[in-house]
């Protein structure tokens, strides 16, 4: 499976992307609110055509902040209508809303990351 971090763009897009998310993490961090999309294009190494997960997963992400608990959380809305998953082979998406305490860089894994979520402990957001 490939993940690249926007669908049919140029580098600077990427670069572009990566910086607002950037952005939004800093601000995050810093007890702001805010709001970021992050589009991933998922494309299938799979031999088979007829098997292959493909397209778009569009993350809308809301940063929310209670300053009586002194608490910040990310929601997170996927949008896979121009997304295909593969019926024989799926691969792992967030399929529904969540909510997650934290997005950082994982450089071991090579992903930036959304953790502490409630259905799952973490998903792969976009590359580094």
Known sequence: MVLTGC?????ESNYSQKKKLEQFIQEFNEGKEGKVEVS???ES???DP???HRGVIIYDLTSKYDEKAKE???EVVPILTRFKQSQDNPISVMESREQCGSINRDEERGYYML???FHR???DLIPL
């Open 7 to 11: 669908t049919n763009a140029p580098p």
């Open 40 to 42: 991933v294009n998922v």
């Open 45 to 47: 190494t799979l031999p």
């Open 50 to 52: 007829s098997d292959k």
């Open 72 to 74: 910040g959380w990310i």
């Open 115 to 117: 953790t502490e979520c």
């Open 121 to 123: 402990w973490g998903y």
